[in-house]
């Protein structure tokens, strides 16, 4: 299979830099929910007193907890992948430079 041309390299190297855009934005979107988790905040007074009494207090604060955890997680993975995505990007661009220069050694 032959190698690809300067316009598919380029078309390639400008997906992946897309493709990380898209992953930075689904961070966001991820730590922005995690910051709306932390702000909700139900007292014993919305669970009723027997609510309150059987426990659900401390199980809703939990299900708080690791909500906010998971979303905090989520954003960071969608970040490392935006930021290998990029590198990817950047190690072709700099691998498409370093051939041409070579080739244009050569003649």
Same mark, same amino acid.
């Given at each position: 299979?032959?190698?690809? @041309?300067?316009?598919?390299?380029?078309?390639?190297?400008?997906?992946?830099?897309?493709?990380?855009?898209?992953?930075?934005?689904?961070?966001?979107?991820?730590?922005?929910? =995690?910051?709306?988790?932390?702000?909700? #905040?139900?007292? =014993?007074?919305?669970?009723?007193?027997? @609510?309150?009494?059987? @426990?659900?207090?401390?199980?809703?604060?939990?299900?708080?907890?690791?909500?906010?955890?998971?979303? @905090?997680?989520?954003?960071?993975?969608?970040?490392?992948? =935006?930021?290998?995505?990029? $590198?990817? =990007? #950047?190690?072709?661009?700099?691998?498409?430079?370093?051939?041409?220069?070579?080739? $244009? $050694?050569?003649?």
């Amino acid at each position: 299979m032959p190698p690809p @041309g300067p316009e598919k390299l380029k078309a390639s190297i400008e997906a992946l830099r897309r493709d990380a855009t898209v992953w930075d934005d689904s961070g966001d979107i991820l730590r922005d929910a =995690a910051q709306v988790a932390a702000r909700l #905040d139900l007292a =014993a007074l919305h669970f009723s007193y027997i @609510g309150d009494k059987v @426990g659900l207090v401390d199980l809703y604060r939990q299900l708080q907890d690791r909500l906010i955890r998971l979303l @905090g997680e989520g954003s960071a993975t969608c970040e490392t992948v =935006a930021v290998s995505l990029r $590198n990817a =990007a #950047d190690g072709y661009e700099r691998d498409e430079a370093d051939a041409v220069h070579r080739l $244009n $050694n050569i003649y």
